[in-house]
């Protein structure tokens, strides 16, 4: 089975300052996708940054990257710039390649950010 | 356009109690999943259909749990006999089509949730 490990319980960071955090997983596929989903008080689930396994460049939205490593099954969100309004929890998920399957997702992390 | 919606937002039962949470998807999403978030933790898998198929069930935690989407649309989520390890919050996706061939990604939406508290 997959398992998806988010090592941050907490992590803060100064308004404007970037932050960096910690995914990894475990899987025996070749074929799978990655996510950084972020999570505000509201509990709507917000899909933040996606990954291809298959592709090597790391994916970047706006002010999010990543630095996906996949021999290391690591997966890492980078938020530059951040703001107050960034404050919530994130969780990583992995998603088998097949169309249609669940998302495994990790512990969280609660980003809170110091204005 | 509109998202996914839950209903109710909050519910409170007894333990002993029959619930009924509602999901109803972005129109024309194929593919529904439920999930279920503890406290503190990140979401986990229950179940998932794709039109009227119940297509995984292998996340439900017991039989007390049933979920059904009989037109293909809307989708209920129905615990008998809550246990106080039934309380956490409820979550609700829904994606498009995954086609017949090949990989296109289908992003899942996800609704506010129902929060579930089982006194």
């Known amino acids: 089975a997959q398992t998806v490990t988010q090592s941050q319980p907490e992590m803060s960071v100064q308004e404007a300052e970037t932050v960096t955090l910690s995914c990894t997983y475990d899987?025996?596929?070749?074929?799978?996708?990655l996510f950084w989903y972020k999570q505000p008080p509201s509990r709507q689930m917000i899909l933040v940054i996606r990954q291809e396994a298959y592709k090597q460049q790391n994916a970047t939205e706006n002010r999010f990257s990543v630095n996906f490593q996949k021999a290391a099954k690591s997966f890492s969100l980078k938020i530059s710039d951040s703001q107050l309004g960034d404050a919530a929890m994130y969780f990583c998920a992995y998603e088998e390649g097949n169309a249609g399957n669940m998302l495994t997702f990790g512990g969280g992390t609660r980003l809170m950010v110091k204005p | 356009g509109a998202g996914v919606s839950q209903s109710p937002r909050y519910k409170v039962a007894k333990r002993g109690q029959d619930v009924a949470l509602r999901c109803d998807p972005i129109s024309g999403h194929v593919s529904l999943f439920w999930y279920q978030q503890a406290l503190g933790q990140g979401p986990e898998f229950l179940t998932y259909?794709?039109?009227?198929?119940?297509?995984?069930k292998s996340g439900l935690p017991s039989d007390r749990f049933f979920a059904e989407r009989p037109e293909g649309s809307v989708s209920t989520l129905k615990i008998q006999r809550t246990q106080q390890e039934d309380s956490a919050v409820y979550l609700c996706?829904?994606?498009?089509?995954?086609?017949?061939?090949?990989?296109?990604?289908?992003?899942?939406?996800f609704g506010p949730g129902t929060r579930l508290t089982v006194t």
């Open positions: 899987t025996s596929e070749s074929d799978y996708y």
């Open positions: 996706a829904s994606s498009l089509d995954p086609g017949t061939s090949g990989r296109d990604f289908y992003e899942q939406y």
């Open positions: 259909f794709q039109n009227e198929a119940q297509l995984d």
